[in-house]
């Protein structure tokens, strides 16, 4: 409910005592008079009116009134005589005062500041809000004031023009102590494109920009970087380029040896390693007597070298065809699928259990309790209830003793054979097995330079990825109490040189499980003074005396034992006792 009060007092806005109050009557719309001391007994009607003689107060010691009305009010002369001049009453707008602490407040949901033509609105908005907008309430209104402090948690701006003095932002203001694992920073909304981000990242105390979650670390004036940190930057960007090159301004560090020495991939060129594994070309000074390196036509100065293999076998040439070596024949045999070569394969002997290898069918074979291998080159087989053989997953099992049915679906070169391993495919027809002899391969040294005091030998072999049985690598053989033995001893599991010279035994042995990888190894020997070296492990030394020796078996020890049950890659026989040095230049 609005009123007005006419109250005493010596200067317009400054409250003594005394009052008559003017009101709406609630239920007329009258307006009332109301004295200080309560009594209110004359009403007054429309906007003109005059006091009563009954309610009228007189001034005390010709002191005046003030009459606190709404601006551009018109007051008419008070009647009674005791105030007799219009200019004696002082008008004040509600805009110039308000005394406080003279009501309870309103119910009302809007409060208007007006001059008589606009001003602003002040306009409830919700429980605890408050909105400030314009005359009409068709927009927002400005907001001035000195300073301003944000309760709560949320500050929105929606202004597309933001101007701030201020010369430095701070943010994580609220922070002290430990700084919080995290990122700080400005993000730029890019509407369906995700964010991008500058950021502070405590992590590891860098300035990150970029997209939001890939920020990646600016270079900042001081801060060293590797040239990892720089990537597709061309030549032609860089600013104070040389335009003459001195060779000799980097030869001390760019030269073998040198502190940034060159690679030849780094200026593309095969290296001594690269040329020794691919072409045989021998990275030390020296030339090997024997150098047994299998490619596509067999085995390069492979002087003296004996092969003997009783039966004919399978091998997958260079075009992944499947092909037969004849007896005694040395064949070079190449992944299917990559076209690798792998080299010289040593095999034991072995049986295909299953006889109808080149016209496929269902068959029922009789099977002890041992570990079989069951492999196929297309389709699959369903070995009884033991599981199913395909070409990318040849099955080893371990039956009970017994029959076991193996049914075929849209198999080719299927075989059934015993052990953990799979070996080149032997054919078989009319439900007939077949055998394949073991490939043994030696050399008499007296057909090379070879020298009973000292040398060095180097192979490379591929081992089998699955292993039940000691794999011989070479041997150097005249009888049981005189002989170097080189062989995986998978129990261990180490790559172990034995040397027995006068029937005395000394053991070498590199730890490590190495089926299915390719081995490179290189052994010098001389009197009281061996030293074994295979990739990836440390150099092993030994001091037995070096047996008088008459016989090289290659992929294999003494009469085809032990059988490699992989790919030979490469063998060599230096004539002297290489040094440690030379040793890792063969291993690479």
Same mark, same amino acid.
């Given at each position: 409910?609005?009123?007005?009060?006419?109250?005493?007092?010596?200067?317009?806005?400054?409250?003594?005592?005394?009052?008559?109050?003017?009101?709406?009557?609630?239920?007329?719309?009258?307006?009332?008079?109301?004295?200080e001391?309560?009594?209110?007994?004359?009403?007054?009607?429309?906007?003109?009116?005059?006091?009563?003689?009954?309610?009228?107060?007189?001034?005390?010691?010709?002191?005046?009134?003030?009459?606190?009305?709404?601006?551009?009010?018109?007051?008419?002369?008070?009647?009674?005589?005791?105030?007799?001049?219009?200019?004696?009453?002082?008008?004040?707008?509600?805009?110039?005062?308000?005394?406080?602490?003279?009501?309870?407040?309103?119910?009302?949901?809007r409060?208007?500041?007006?001059?008589?033509?606009?001003?602003?609105?002040?306009?409830?908005?919700?429980?605890?809000a408050?909105?400030?907008r314009?005359?009409?309430?068709?927009?927002?209104?400005?907001?001035?004031?000195?300073?301003?402090?944000?309760?709560?948690?949320?500050?929105?701006?929606?202004?597309?023009?933001?101007?701030?003095?201020?010369?430095?932002?701070?943010?994580?203001?609220?922070?002290?102590?430990?700084?919080?694992?995290?990122?700080?920073?400005?993000e730029?909304e890019?509407?369906?494109?995700?964010?991008?981000?500058?950021?502070?990242?405590?992590?590891?105390?860098?300035?990150?920009?970029?997209?939001?979650?890939?920020?990646?670390?600016l270079?900042?004036?001081?801060?060293?970087?590797?040239?990892?940190?720089?990537?597709?930057l061309?030549?032609?960007k860089?600013?104070?380029? %040389?335009?003459?090159? &001195?060779? !000799? #301004?980097?030869?001390?560090?760019?030269?073998?040896? /040198? $502190?940034?020495?060159? +690679?030849?991939?780094?200026?593309?060129?095969?290296?001594?390693?690269?040329?020794?594994r691919?072409?045989?070309?021998?990275?030390?000074?020296?030339?090997?007597?024997?150098?047994?390196?299998?490619?596509?036509?067999?085995?390069?100065?492979?002087?003296?070298?004996?092969?003997?293999?009783?039966?004919?076998?399978?091998?997958?040439?260079?075009?992944?065809?499947?092909?037969?070596?004849?007896?005694?024949?040395?064949?070079?045999?190449?992944?299917?699928?990559?076209?690798?070569?792998?080299g010289?394969?040593?095999?034991?002997?072995?049986?295909?259990?299953?006889?109808?290898?080149?016209?496929?069918?269902?068959?029922?074979?009789?099977l002890t309790?041992? %570990?079989?291998t069951? &492999?196929? !080159? #297309?389709?699959?087989?369903?070995?009884?209830?033991? /599981? $199913?053989?395909?070409? +990318?997953?040849?099955?080893?099992?371990?039956?009970?003793?017994?029959?076991?049915?193996?049914?075929?679906?849209?198999?080719?070169?299927?075989?059934?054979?015993?052990?953990?391993?799979?070996?080149?495919?032997?054919?078989t027809?009319?439900?007939?097995?077949?055998?394949r002899?073991?490939?043994?391969?030696?050399?008499?040294?007296a057909?090379?330079?070879?020298?009973?005091?000292?040398?060095?030998?180097?192979f490379?072999?591929?081992?089998?990825?699955?292993v039940?049985?000691?794999?011989?690598?070479?041997?150097?053989?005249?009888?049981?109490?005189?002989?170097?033995?080189?062989y995986?001893?998978?129990?261990?599991?180490?790559?172990?040189v034995?040397?027995?010279?006068?029937?005395?035994?000394?053991?070498?042995?590199?730890?490590?499980?190495?089926? /299915?990888q390719t081995?490179?190894?290189?052994?010098?020997?001389?009197?009281?003074?061996?030293?074994?070296?295979?990739?990836?492990?440390?150099?092993?030394?030994?001091?037995?005396?070096?047996?008088?020796?008459?016989?090289?078996?290659?992929?294999?020890?003494?009469?085809?034992?032990?059988?490699?049950?992989?790919?030979?890659?490469?063998?060599?026989?230096?004539?002297?006792?290489?040094?440690?040095?030379?040793?890792?230049?063969?291993?690479?």
């Amino acid at each position: 409910m609005g009123f007005i009060t006419l109250r005493k007092g010596t200067t317009p806005g400054t409250p003594d005592t005394g009052y008559v109050r003017f009101y709406p009557d609630p239920t007329t719309g009258e307006l009332r008079i109301k004295r200080e001391d309560g009594q209110e007994s004359v009403y007054l009607d429309g906007g003109s009116f005059s006091l009563d003689n009954s309610v009228l107060v007189a001034s005390n010691a010709g002191s005046p009134f003030a009459l606190t009305l709404p601006e551009g009010t018109v007051l008419g002369r008070l009647a009674g005589g005791n105030i007799s001049a219009l200019d004696q009453v002082a008008l004040q707008s509600v805009v110039g005062t308000h005394n406080q602490n003279t009501d309870t407040g309103t119910d009302q949901g809007r409060f208007h500041i007006t001059d008589g033509t606009d001003g602003p609105l002040l306009k409830r908005d919700g429980a605890d809000a408050l909105s400030v907008r314009g005359n009409a309430d068709a927009d927002w209104a400005d907001l001035i004031v000195r300073n301003l402090t944000v309760k709560g948690t949320t500050t929105t701006i929606d202004s597309e023009t933001v101007a701030i003095a201020d010369n430095i932002l701070t943010l994580n203001s609220d922070v002290t102590g430990t700084p919080p694992a995290t990122v700080a920073g400005i993000e730029v909304e890019r509407g369906d494109e995700t964010n991008a981000r500058l950021v502070f990242d405590e992590g590891d105390d860098t300035w990150k920009a970029g997209i939001a979650g890939a920020e990646t670390r600016l270079s900042l004036a001081g801060h060293g970087h590797v040239g990892g940190d720089i990537a597709d930057l061309p030549w032609t960007k860089l600013t104070g380029i %040389p335009t003459e090159f &001195s060779p !000799a #301004a980097h030869v001390a560090s760019h030269k073998t040896g /040198g $502190t940034d020495a060159l +690679a030849a991939a780094d200026v593309g060129a095969y290296s001594a390693v690269d040329l020794w594994r691919k072409a045989g070309i021998s990275p030390v000074d020296l030339l090997p007597v024997f150098h047994a390196k299998p490619d596509s036509v067999g085995l390069l100065s492979a002087t003296g070298l004996t092969t003997v293999r009783a039966s004919t076998r399978t091998y997958i040439d260079a075009a992944g065809a499947i092909k037969t070596a004849g007896a005694d024949e040395i064949p070079v045999s190449f992944d299917p699928v990559t076209g690798k070569r792998l080299g010289w394969g040593v095999w034991a002997s072995g049986t295909n259990l299953y006889g109808y290898g080149e016209a496929p069918q269902d068959q029922t074979l009789t099977l002890t309790a041992t %570990p079989y291998t069951v &492999s196929c !080159a #297309a389709g699959s087989v369903v070995c009884g209830s033991y /599981g $199913t053989a395909t070409p +990318a997953s040849p099955l080893t099992f371990t039956p009970s003793a017994g029959n076991c049915l193996f049914t075929l679906s849209a198999a080719s070169r299927v075989q059934v054979e015993a052990g953990v391993a799979v070996t080149p495919y032997i054919p078989t027809s009319g439900g007939v097995s077949a055998t394949r002899q073991a490939d043994v391969a030696s050399l008499n040294v007296a057909d090379i330079a070879y020298n009973q005091a000292e040398g060095t030998l180097y192979f490379a072999v591929s081992l089998p990825t699955a292993v039940a049985n000691n794999l011989g690598v070479f041997e150097l053989y005249t009888d049981a109490d005189n002989f170097i033995r080189a062989y995986y001893a998978y129990a261990i599991p180490s790559l172990r040189v034995l040397s027995k010279a006068a029937g005395v035994s000394t053991y070498i042995d590199v730890g490590g499980d190495y089926v /299915g990888q390719t081995v490179r190894f290189a052994l010098s020997f001389t009197s009281g003074a061996y030293s074994l070296e295979v990739d990836g492990a440390e150099t092993v030394t030994a001091t037995p005396n070096v047996p008088v020796v008459t016989t090289l078996y290659l992929g294999c020890n003494v009469g085809g034992s032990n059988p490699l049950r992989g790919y030979l890659e490469h063998a060599a026989y230096y004539a002297r006792a290489l040094s440690s040095d030379d040793l890792k230049r063969l291993i690479g």
